[in-house]
Each structure stands twice: as structure tokens, then as C-alpha cells.
């Protein structure tokens, strides 16, 4: 019986993972930048462009969202660690989409090593 980890690692081993150092690179070339963690993490802060789908609705986000529809389209997905986008990039195979990356260690990699991330600011009332 597998668990999670065990999915996670056999996903991992079908796609193309971006090591952090080229994740810049990756995330310029690409048309979709996916966020896929759960909604609260992404307003929590998130990576400069990313476009929020978790992953529980990513596949009925895409099918249903014309401007992503193309399976020609370069995607890159990243999650809190890379689990999540791990498993996505896979389904996204699937699901036909061509050109689709997940940046390894995902937003705790990104903002560990002090890359930009956008963050909520509180309204002031001052």
C-alpha cells in the first residue's frame, strides 16, 4: 500500500523539476506561473505573477479557464515544498500539457533563500 511520500517520489520521478538556482530562469520563460498551495497559504504570501490553483481544484480550473487551456502553454508550479507540485505536474501530464515544470523545494526553497515574494500589507488606519 502506498502512502503519500510514496506517490510524491514516483511523481517526481516523471517530471521535469527546476532546481532553485534555475527557477528564475524557468519562471521568465514560462507563460503560467501556478501557485497550488491551498488559498490561505498563497495570502500569506506568494511568488511575484502567480496565478492561485490549488491543487484540489487545479485540473477544473484549467478546463474550465479559456486563456489556459493550450496544452502548449510553459507552466511552472510550486507548492510550500514541492509534494503538491510535484503531483500536479503529473496530473497536468495527463492531462496533455507539454511544457510543465515544478520548482524543487518549492515557496519555502524561494523565500528561504530571500527571493522576492509578495506579501500582504494590513490596512493602516492612521
Known amino acids: 500500500m502506498k502512502n503519500a511520500h510514496d506517490l510524491v517520489t514516483a511523481a517526481k520521478l516523471r517530471i521535469d523539476e527546476v532546481a532553485l538556482d534555475d527557477a528564475e530562469q524557468a519562471i521568465r520563460e ?3 506561473l501556478l501557485d497550488v498551495r491551498e488559498a490561505d497559504e498563497y495570502a500569506a504570501g506568494h511568488l511575484v ?7 484540489g481544484v487545479l485540473e477544473f480550473k484549467l478546463s474550465s479557464t479559456p486563456e489556459l487551456s493550450s496544452r502548449d502553454l510553459k507552466i511552472v508550479l510550486y507548492c510550500k515544498t514541492g509534494g503538491r ?6 496530473a497536468l501530464h495527463d492531462m496533455a500539457y507539454l511544457q510543465v515544470k515544478s520548482i524543487a523545494g518549492g515557496f519555502d526553497a524561494w523565500a528561504g533563500a530571500g527571493k ?3 506579501k500582504p500589507t494590513a490596512p ?3
Open 30 to 32: 514560462a507563460d503560467v
Open 116 to 118: 522576492s515574494v509578495v
Open 85 to 90: 507540485a510535484a503531483l500536479a505536474a503529473c
Open 124 to 126: 493602516t488606519f492612521e
Open 49 to 55: 505573477g502567480a496565478i492561485h490553483a490549488s491543487r
